[in-house]
């Protein structure tokens, strides 16, 4: 393949804006900002599943506390009507009077135990109250790391994009005055050689794998005419010959 010289070396220009844009490709992705919004992502859902499950401990140690307190109500109503029963002593017989008696100490009894249930959910709930209100600190702490994290990443990806996007048009206008043969061997290249297709020839040695080249090589890019498009026997790459090249 033939290409002007001043063509060729455009190709050291582009190869120049392409590994910068790979360049800021590769700083975008391992921007640390990344990680550090994974990890609190990962921090918070976790935070939020306990907190969940201990909104739900504290909703239903409230219920049992209703439903404890109802029953020492019930009992201490039912004690009541009895204690009036036999304070008034009407129209009870011997037997009878016997029975109010046992089932008042019963429900004493029973109201005792029910107050001890009550007392027992109540610390239940108080612990599961203030273990709501830990989680709920710390989900709120965490909310607000993500927010900041995620607006620093989103600030940084921004500013290396608009950089990317400038770039991208100055390659433009770069490859739009090359052949189009000679980009096409330059892209394929570039591909295949980990996204260096082009590199300058510098005192005899190529600038793309960095090996000096032999005298054979050496003799042989002397002898191609200034317009042939010559390529590194080792690595393959498009050799742009400069006043530099040691040639």
């Keep these: 393949m033939n290409a002007e010289p001043a063509d060729q070396i455009r190709l ?3 190869q120049a804006l392409d590994v910068r844009l790979s360049q800021l490709t590769h700083k975008r992705k391992s921007l640390p900002e990344h990680a550090e919004v994974d990890s609190l992502t990962k921090d918070l859902t976790q935070q939020r599943d306990l907190l969940v499950a201990a909104q739900t401990q504290a909703s239903d140690a409230a219920r049992e506390q209703t439903k404890a307190e109802q029953d020492v109500d019930q009992v201490r109503q039912r004690a009541a009507r009895d204690q ?4 008034s002593g009407v129209g009870i017989s011997a037997r009878d009077l016997a029975n109010l008696q046992s089932e008042v100490v019963s429900l004493a009894k029973r109201q005792g135990d029910l107050e001890d249930v009550v007392l027992e959910v109540m610390e239940r ?3 599961s109250q203030e273990r709501v209100t830990e989680l709920t600190e710390r989900v709120s702490a965490l909310e607000a790391k993500l ?12 500013e290396l994009d608009a950089e990317a996007a400038k770039i991208a048009k100055d390659r433009e206008i770069v490859v739009s005055s090359i052949p189009a043969d000679l980009i096409a061997l330059y892209e394929k290249i570039r591909v295949k050689q980990g996204g260096v297709g082009a590199a300058r020839l510098y005192q005899r040695r190529c600038e793309g794998c960095r090996l000096e080249l032999d005298m054979a090589e050496v003799n042989e890019i002397k002898a191609a005419a200034r317009d042939q498009v010559v390529r590194h026997e080792n690595c393959g790459r498009i050799l742009v010959r400069t006043a530099d090249s040691g040639i």
Excluded: F, H, I, S
């Excluded at 927010?147 to 921004?158: G, S």
């Design 12 to 14: 050291l220009d582009v």
């Design 147 to 158: 927010t900041d994290a995620t607006a620093r990443r989103d600030a940084t990806t921004a």
């Design 125 to 127: 709930l108080e612990a």
């Design 84 to 87: 009036q029963r036999l304070d």
